[in-house]
């Protein structure tokens, strides 16, 4: 799976649109983007996922480049309840694919 | 909605005993999966489980580990002889079968383990 970079951490107003970034360079045609989040040592948990095309639902925003080397998860009105640590993937389709976790981003929401 | 759950929520064992973790994954999933994070360090993947077998371990998914689905809901991970760098929460997953690249994958709360 390719390998994923993150910032260590960001902080965000709340009521504010957080933009988590994510560079995925190495990322191949069969690999998607997905993103999971982990608040305070609870089990992840999905978020959004897309291949090449921009995707949204009811939690989040995907944007991924034209060249597909990196992306933006977008929370459009971030609470407290949304700081934890976001974690970019990349994943190979088909299978029972596992999830190689990185360090992610820890997303302090601040009032 | 249906969740994934594990008990218990933390097991204290002494080095050298048997741990078994129990997972109920949500029920129509067929793709089951154990992860662990010692704490303060990343989630790490350790073993997917598939049709009632293993299609992939890591290399910490050593001898002294093993994964069994008994009775068609529960899902459980062993640990014959646990070390005290076993230690860590044990998160347990599923996902429903799927086309396509859509690897939802649903956690649990997770079981703390301590090894003394």
């Known amino acids: 799976d390719a390998k994923t970079t993150q910032p260590t951490s960001m902080d965000c107003a709340e009521g504010r649109a957080a933009n988590l970034p994510c560079n995925h360079s190495?990322?191949?045609?069969?690999?998607?983007v997905y993103w999971y989040r982990q608040i305070h040592s609870q089990g992840p948990q999905y978020i959004i996922h897309?291949?090449?095309n921009n995707e949204t639902n009811e939690m989040a925003s995907l944007i991924i480049t034209e060249d597909r080397k990196s992306s933006t998860l977008i929370l459009p009105h971030a609470t407290l309840r949304d700081t934890a640590v976001y974690y970019c993937?990349?994943?190979?389709?088909?299978?029972?694919?596992?999830?190689?976790f990185g360090t992610g981003t820890q997303l302090k929401v601040e009032l | 909605e249906p969740e994934v759950t594990q008990t218990p929520s933390h097991q204290v064992t002494q080095m050298g005993q048997e741990v078994i973790l129990r997972c109920v994954p949500i029920?129509?999933?067929?793709?089951f999966y154990w992860y662990r994070q010692i704490l303060g360090q990343k989630v790490e993947f350790l073993v997917s489980?598939?049709?009632?077998?293993?299609?992939?371990k890591s290399e910490i998914f050593d001898d002294q580990f093993s994964v069994e689905r008994p009775d068609g809901s529960n899902f459980t991970l062993k640990i014959r002889s646990t070390k005290l760098e076993d230690s860590a929460m044990y998160f347990c997953?599923?996902?429903?079968?799927?086309?396509?690249?859509?690897?939802?994958?649903?956690f649990g709360p997770g079981t703390r383990l301590t090894v003394l």
């Open positions: 489980f598939y049709n009632n077998e293993i299609s992939e």
């Open positions: 993937i990349v994943v190979l389709t088909g299978g029972g694919n596992k999830l190689t």
């Open positions: 190495t990322i191949s045609g069969n690999e998607y």
């Open positions: 997953a599923s996902r429903p079968r799927t086309s396509g690249g859509y690897n939802e994958q649903f």
């Open positions: 029920s129509n999933h067929l793709y």
């Open positions: 897309g291949l090449k």
